[in-house]
């Protein structure tokens, strides 16, 4: 009986061990299974790692050439920019001189008879208008004086209010400025119709014969007294040029040769 219970002890301790070993074996297993999975884990650590190195190099890359494409288009739109405003300003400098050049333009006396059939004799002087032989200096202040109170602007407004109703109106010019306020500058001051008169009362169609920046259409009613001592007025010609026109004979000779009378009464 106690030679038996030694065996059974005996056998139980091997058994015993044996189980131990399996469980250790078995756990082994499991922790080399567990460290070939992080293993692998590590590995595809690694490669998301660098593949979002690589998208993030790409990121950059794309940026930084969108960034540069960016710039030359700004750099390119701000040159285009810069050429255009230069073109503008020099347009405008050739507008402002050409405007400057017809104001000062002396007024040509047109052929005999051409004006009404009104003639002036071949040995009138010209000294009633700004001429050429005037200095630029003289002519620089003359027009400054002109432009006094805005009458330069005045006058170009009325200018061009009369003479877009010819246009709409088969060629008639309007009997006074109020017909012809529709057609004034929106972007300007009212002209002050008072500083002014028109002295062409007709149409474009009986100037066919006749240039129209030799006829006068619109005056200005008050002279005033120039450096010279002589007397000036602006007026406005049917061809749209405004002149600053000087006179010591109370503009007579000037307006003889200029200004179309009205027809009288009764005759077309």
């Known amino acids: 009986m106690t030679r038996f219970k030694i065996i059974l002890i005996g056998a139980i301790a091997i058994a015993g061990v044996a189980a131990s070993l399996v469980i250790q074996h078995q756990a082994q297993v499991k922790v080399r299974e567990n460290d070939a999975a992080l293993r692998q884990q590590d590995s595809r650590l690694a490669e998301l790692a660098v593949e979002h190195q690589r998208l993030s190099n790409l990121i950059a890359q794309a ?14 739109l701000r040159s285009q920019a810069e050429t255009l405003r230069k073109q503008t300003n020099e347009l405008q400098k050739q507008r402002v001189e050409n405007r400057r050049r017809r104001s000062w333009q002396p007024a040509s006396r047109p052929d005999s008879g051409a004006v009404s059939n009104r003639s002036s004799s071949s040995g009138s002087s010209s000294s009633d208008v700004v001429s050429a032989s005037d200095s630029q200096e003289y002519k620089e202040q003359l027009y400054g ?12 407004n009325l200018s061009r209010g009369v003479r877009f109703y010819a246009r709409e109106h088969q060629g008639e010019f309007p009997s006074n400025f109020d017909q012809a306020a529709l057609y004034f500058y929106k972007d300007q001051p009212s002209p002050q119709t008072s ?14 014969n006749v240039p129209w920046q030799a006829v006068a259409l619109i005056r200005e009613r008050q002279a005033w007294p120039t450096p010279s001592g002589k007397w000036a007025r602006i007026y406005v010609m049917a061809g749209g040029d405004l002149k600053v026109v000087e ?22």
């Open 63 to 76: 940026n930084s050439a969108a960034a540069m494409d960016r710039t030359a288009e700004l750099m390119k």
């Open 247 to 268: 006179s010591n004979d109370n503009f007579q000779s000037w307006e003889a040769a200029h200004i179309i009378p009205p027809a009288p009464a009764g005759q077309q």
């Open 145 to 156: 004086m002109a432009a006094a109170n805005g009458k330069t602007g005045d006058a170009r």
């Open 195 to 208: 500083e002014f008169e028109m002295v062409y009362h007709g149409s474009y169609n009986e100037l066919t």
